[in-house]
């Protein structure tokens, strides 16, 4: 996930994107592995772990804080950490009992203004990005584990979540938290700490956090439940095959230009570049099917389904 404010609204699958109803790229390239059901659970969670992080920063910080979601989306370990600003602020977490390792990266210059509140300061926008020191680095220490507390209480439908902050890294590179090709699930925040802002990144294994989400759903489900998820289940797959679909026999098209389209008349004979030989193409909602030749049955037209020139070679 981009940390990057100019780019995060692109990057994070853009929650907010989705109210104002602008569509979202998609890489088919990388297909997502978390279950639709499973990314609106953990979306449900991290929204009320914004809620609860914004009433420990109110406090702490004593000044009006929000925090939003931004989106939910999968990258590898490698492509997280390759954007991250640099210097930066990485707390690598150990999520017990989930095996591996996690990441929450909140942006310096953002930290550096709620460490200057912290010490009594107005906490103003525009902090450098930069090294935080001995004393910044305590501060900020603290208000993360102080953090991962909310985080832990808001998980507490999916896994009983015991995390401990190990680590407190700048240097992306030396944040060795999981293997390069490992995917993530890296949640988007924005931050608004009255006029400074900034955006913060939690990443989280893929395959611990799916495991957990399962199991979660299972214990929730009661055995009637589980029946009528069952029965739901089989009574769609019973009317999928009795759904009507529109199915179309169609010969190889005719290409002409258009002054010779505006030149038709009735009873003009367009010459179709279909042999007599090649089968004639079945599809259904422009999708090949099979391959047919034409006939009759009875008074009506009718097609004869064929082996494809490719199956009838083998």
């Known amino acids: 996930m981009a940390p990057e404010t100019s780019t ?27 279950s639709r059901q499973h990314a609106r659970v953990l979306e449900i969670t991290y929204e009320a772990f914004c809620r609860q992080w914004a009433t420990l920063l109110s406090s702490t910080l004593r000044t009006t804080v929000q925090v939003e979601l931004d989106g939910i989306q999968q990258y590898s370990y490698d492509e997280y950490a390759a954007e991250l600003p640099m210097p930066t602020v990485m707390a690598v977490v150990d999520p017990e009992p989930l095996v591996g390792a996690g990441v929450l990266h909140v942006d310096t210059p953002l930290l550096l203004s709620c460490v200057e509140r912290m010490l009594g300061g107005a906490g103003k926008p525009g902090q450098p990005q930069r090294v935080l020191t001995d004393i910044e680095a305590v501060l900020a220490k603290g208000l993360l584990e102080r953090t991962l ?42 931050l608004q700490v009255e006029q400074a802002s900034g955006t913060a990144t939690l990443a989280m294994p893929l395959d611990p956090l799916s495991a957990a989400l399962s199991a979660a759903e299972l214990r929730v489900a009661s055995p009637e439940e589980l029946r009528v998820r069952r029965l739901m289940r089989d009574r769609l797959d019973d009317h999928l095959e009795h759904i009507p679909v529109d199915v179309s026999v169609r010969f190889t098209a005719a290409q002409m230009r258009p ?42 037209l009718a097609c004869l389904i064929v082996p494809t020139p490719e199956e009838s070679s083998r």
């Open 259 to 300: 002054d010779e389209i505006l030149a038709l008349v009735p009873g003009d004979v367009i010459r179709l570049p279909h042999t007599a030989d090649t089968p004639l193409e079945v599809v259904a909602s422009d999708v090949h099917v099979a391959s047919a030749v034409a006939g009759s049955r009875g008074q009506r």
């Open 149 to 190: 507390v909310e985080l832990a209480a808001s998980l507490t439908s999916i896994v009983d979540l015991k995390p401990r902050l190990t680590s407190l890294e700048q240097n992306p590179q030396f944040a060795q938290a999981a293997a390069a090709t490992d995917v993530m699930i890296v949640a988007a925040f924005h």
């Open 8 to 34: 995060s609204a692109e990057r994070t699958g853009g929650r907010r994107s989705r109210r104002r109803g602008v569509p979202v790229p998609y890489d088919f390239r990388r297909p997502t592995k978390l």
